[in-house]
Nanobody
Framework: QVQLVESGGGLVQPGGSLRLSCAASGSIIRINAMAWYRQAPGKERDLVAMITSGGRTNYADSVKGRFTISRDNAKNTVYLQMNSLKPEDTAVYYC??????????????WGQGTQVTVSS
């Protein structure tokens, strides 16, 4: 099995910055794509940003130019640097990874979520 643990959420004023981290652990052979999703109250969970094992990235239009996704393959960790935050960025942010593990093979995994609140 693979476990994902997020950290770095919190309360920030509009225009501020936060950095989210997500560390994967377990019987990991390889991690393929890693991504961040977010879900605001009453809304569906949407993709924010995705990064492949080779470093190719993709962003939602609403965060392009403000958010940056990166990963450290040696640490099995993905990051989301969020700048110029807006109130509409308020949501629970979830880490997602497609990983190959010893016991399960290829699987899709989710973290527990971390709250990001942008408010003055």
């Amino acid at each position: 099995q693979v476990q994902l643990v997020e950290s770095g959420g919190g309360l920030v004023q509009p225009g501020g910055s936060l950095r989210l981290s997500c560390a994967a652990s377990g019987s990991i052979i390889r991690i393929n794509a890693m991504a961040w999703y977010r879900q605001a109250p009453g809304k569906e969970r949407d993709l924010v940003a995705m990064i492949t094992s080779g470093g190719r990235t993709n962003y939602a239009d609403s965060v392009k130019g403000r958010f940056t996704i990166s990963r450290d393959n040696a640490k099995n960790t993905v990051y989301l640097q969020m700048n110029s935050l807006k109130p509409e960025d308020t949501a629970v942010y979830y880490c997602n990874a497609e990983a190959v593990s010893l016991l399960v093979g290829t699987g899709d995994y989710w973290g527990q979520g971390t709250q990001v609140t942008v408010s003055s």
